[in-house]
Each structure stands twice: as C-alpha cells, then as structure tokens.
C-alpha cells in the first residue's frame, strides 16, 4: 500500500481532530443540518413536493444525512491522519491507533443504536442526546488535552443542555456546533 515499506512504528495515534478535517467535519454538519431543515420544512409546506411524503420516509432521510455526516467526518479524519503519518515515515496502523480505531468503531455502533431508542422514546430527545455523546466521546478521546479541544467539548455539552431545555434550539444549535468545528480547523492549522 505504501510506496516506503521500512516505516518505522511508533505508539502515537494517529487519528487526531485538528486542522483541515475539523474544517471538514464543520462543512460536513452545516450541509446535513441544512438538508435535514430542508426536508423537514419541506415536509411541512403544502407546495413542496416533499409534503407528499410519508413521515417516515422524512425520517429515514433524515437519519441517513446523520449516517452520511459520521462516516464523511471518519475518513476526512482518517485520510488526513494517514497523510500526516505518510509524510512523517510513521506508519499508520499501529497498536494505538488500531486500539483507538476499534474504540471509534464500537463507540459509533453504540451511539446510532442509542440514537435510535432516543429519537425513538422522544424526537425531542434525539438531538441533546447526539450532542451530549459526541461531547463526552470527544472528551473520552483527547488524547492531546489542548484547550481549545476542551472548549470545543464544553460547547457540546452546553449546547446539549440547552436543546434539552428548549427543544425548538436544535437547529441553532447545530449550526453553532459545524462552525465550532470549522473555527477549531482554522485555528488549529498545521
């Protein structure tokens, strides 16, 4: 696969949030937020085609653009991690980051199985939940202990709190938490 084969193995992970796949990860949750308002109001409006449909396939769309945004968020993390290491002689796959990648792995599993039985049990309860998780897996997961990371942390566990509290907040809240994610790229550049 690599066109050097005497990399040299390291115990660092390489999968780390930081510079243009923050930026990404910002992108990518503005544009499905946005396409989950859409359809939604869509879903709604008595001229829209979408208000032909079932409430169920407005959901199954919905839910699909979250599964799109996860694993668009996973591999901008893996393939830039991958050209770090690349770049550094350090090879990708190594214990740690094998270990963490199985974390990430079981964690994502786990948090769509909740996500459901919330969004299940109460829709209201389906975006505090997704934002209270990715705030306490992003802090299970700092490895670095920047303080920015942390901030970016806080603001997910705030804004989960306060969706929880006024549900109409979720899409400001959301849109909120791309640009967190897109100032976090900008300012942690290198």
């Known amino acids: 696969m690599a066109s050097n084969k005497n990399l040299t193995t390291k115990t660092a992970q390489n999968f780390i949030l930081k510079g243009f796949n923050s930026i990404q990860i910002g992108l990518y949750i503005l544009m ?3 396409v989950i308002n859409a359809s939604i109001l ?3 409006a ?5 208000g032909m ?3 169920e396939i407005i959901e199954s769309i919905c839910m699909f653009m ?3 945004v996860v694993f668009f968020s996973m591999f901008a993390v893996f393939f830039s991690s991958r050209r770090a290491a690349r770049k550094a002689g350090v090879a990708v796959w190594n214990a740690a980051s094998k270990k963490q990648f199985g974390l990430y792995t079981i964690a994502v599993i786990l948090g769509g199985f909740l996500l459901s039985l919330a969004k299940n049990a109460e829709v209201n309860y389906a975006t505090p939940f997704f934002l209270g998780y990715l705030g306490l897996l992003m802090a299970l997961f700092n490895s670095q202990r920047k303080k920015a990371y942390d901030l970016l942390v806080a603001i997910c566990l705030l804004l989960a709190l306060v969706v929880f509290i006024i549900p109409t ?3 400001s809240s959301l849109l909120i938490l791309g640009g967190s994610f897109f100032v ?6 290198k």
Not at 46 to 50: G, I, K
Request: aromatic letters at 24%.
């Open 46 to 50: 008595d001229s829209n085609p979408l």
């Open 42 to 44: 869509g879903f709604i």
């Open 184 to 189: 976090y790229g900008i300012a942690n550049r």
């Open 53 to 55: 449909l079932s409430i």
């Open 66 to 68: 979250v599964v799109l």
């Open 32 to 34: 499905g937020i946005y």
């Open 169 to 171: 907040y979720w899409y």
